[in-house]
């Protein structure tokens, strides 16, 4: 009975060696996967990066030098004044709930000084894109009164920018943005 055993193997591996041999082509490789920029999940400290580089937005004058998107600090210019904003000194954390991005700012009257923006997400899979920052960045009281706003708004349009970026990447639309064991968590309806 033993032997009637491996006759039949070895019968059958005969018989799907030549079937494979004769009729099947070799597997083609699938689609590569495209390359994903904005991961599911962000620990904080690989979130410094991605802001700094939408922070930094592109040149707004035509003579500005190529490569702009990799500078460590951008001048902000509004209704006549001018900040620096020092891209290389981001930092960001999670505290509970709540996402802290710290980033120094310089004028001339205040010098360089540090404002924390603290932005409470969704908490649940299911939330809407949704953030929820104080009426002022916490620090410096004068820098904050007047650039608060527009780092708080630039924070948002740089988070809103990898979240549309982290839907797009899986043919999807942006769903929500959760803090999730200690790391920001995007999610996507409809992700393939």
């Known amino acids: 009975m033993r032997r009637g055993k491996r006759a039949v193997l070895a019968w059958l591996r005969k018989v799907l060696d030549s079937a494979r041999d004769e009729h099947c082509e070799p597997p083609r490789p699938g689609p590569a996967e495209p390359p994903r920029t904005i991961p599911d999940r962000i620990a904080p400290e690989a979130l410094a990066p991605l802001l700094g580089v939408r922070i930094a937005g592109t040149p707004a004058s035509v003579g500005a030098p190529e490569g ?14 001018e900040v620096i904003v020092h891209l290389d000194s981001i930092k960001t954390a999670v505290a509970s709930d709540v996402l802290l991005i710290a980033i120094d700012l310089e004028s001339d009257d205040t010098g360089r000084q540090t404002l924390v923006v603290p ?9 809407e894109l949704t953030l929820v920052t104080e ?6 009281a004068e820098i904050a009164a007047r650039w608060g706003r527009i780092l708080q708004d630039a924070i948002f349009a740089a988070i809103e920018d990898m979240a549309r970026t982290h839907a797009d990447e899986r043919q999807a639309a942006a769903k ?6 200690g790391a920001l968590a995007f999610r996507a309806e409809g992700a393939v």
């Open 135 to 140: 009426d002022v960045p916490r620090g410096h």
């Open 68 to 81: 702009g998107r990799d500078a460590r600090a951008v001048v902000w210019v509004d209704c006549g004044d």
């Open 119 to 127: 932005i409470a997400p969704g908490t649940r899979a299911d939330d």
């Open 176 to 181: 929500a943005l959760v803090i999730a064991d």
